[in-house]
């Protein structure tokens, strides 16, 4: 859904200026849901992996004060950005550290941290476990770390919308061939637990929104046109999708977005988990 952190494959939204803008917005969104029963309060020394434009950074710096974030991204234009994003923001200065990176082979010692965030990162990557693994390596007994990725099989819209499924299963199918899962908030609680990680609890989380919330609702839809357009480009350059397709797929999202009594639903899942 954002961020990246390792390895030399496709990234299905690519890194462009308009993308970048669309993080922003997208942790902007999400923030209340994703940061409900987040604590770091015990916590200063954090690893975020995938850190991409810095906009999870910023929420993360904002809402615990006391911590230093070190961020790791794969991308030179997203630490880039990242840069420019926490650069600008008074209570970020001095209190955060960009580094290029690869999540499957960290450039710290065993310890060096006392939490981990990861968000959106590990859907992504050809080897989530050992990325996990890798995390625990460099934390510190008593550790907590967080994870929170998709799963795109829970997405449901109404009224039916034949084009939009039709690219929604070609952009799962494109991701999960470039070594990515599109799935794998479900399975992050074996992840965990093959990553050698302890007391691990996952959460779903959801949005579902009808005519009881219409304005969120519309801006919901729009938001997410805006992150299915991105992939469009390489969908339709793999013969993934067509240009009729992806076409068909803004009409009917736009007739959805005008429906008096449209549905929109999505879940993610949420771990927690600690290190001995």
């Keep these: ?81 990242a840069e420019g994003n926490l650069g600008h923001t008074a209570w970020c200065a001095s209190r955060y550290a960009l580094q290029l990176a690869d999540a499957t082979d960290l450039p710290f010692s065993e310890r060096s941290f006392d939490a981990a965030y990861l968000c959106w990162v590990l859907e992504h990557m050809p080897s989530p476990v050992r990325v996990l693994s890798e995390v625990r390596r460099v934390l510190s007994p008593g550790a907590i770390i967080y994870v929170t990725e998709v799963l795109n099989s ?35 609680g ?12 996952t959460e779903v989380k959801s949005f579902h929104l009808d005519n009881r919330q219409p304005g969120r609702r519309k801006h919901m839809i729009e938001f997410w046109e805006e992150l299915l357009l991105s992939a469009a480009e390489p969908l339709i350059a793999g013969n993934k999708v067509d240009s009729e397709t992806v076409e068909g797929m803004r009409k009917e999202l736009q007739a959805v977005r005008n429906d008096p009594n449209a549905v929109f639903f999505f879940a993610f899942v949420q771990a927690r988990a600690s290190v001995y």
């Design 154 to 188: 829970s997405f449901f819209l109404d009224p039916y919308s034949p084009h939009l499924l039709r690219y929604w299963m070609a952009f799962n199918d494109y991701q999960y061939d470039s070594g990515g899962d599109p799935f794998i908030g479900a399975k992050l």
């Design 1 to 81: 859904m954002s961020n990246t952190a390792t390895g030399e494959f496709p990234y299905i939204h690519g890194f462009s200026t308009e993308e970048q803008a669309r993080l922003v917005r997208q942790a902007r969104m999400f923030e209340t849901s994703l940061f409900s029963h987040i604590d770091y309060s015990d916590a200063t020394r954090l690893l975020e992996v995938g850190c991409g434009v810095g906009a999870q950074t910023e929420i993360l710096l904002r809402r615990f004060p006391q911590l230093h974030v070190t961020g790791i991204d794969r991308s030179p234009a997203q630490l880039a950005a």
């Design 190 to 201: 074996n992840l965990l637990l093959a990553g050698g990680y302890h007391d691990v609890r």
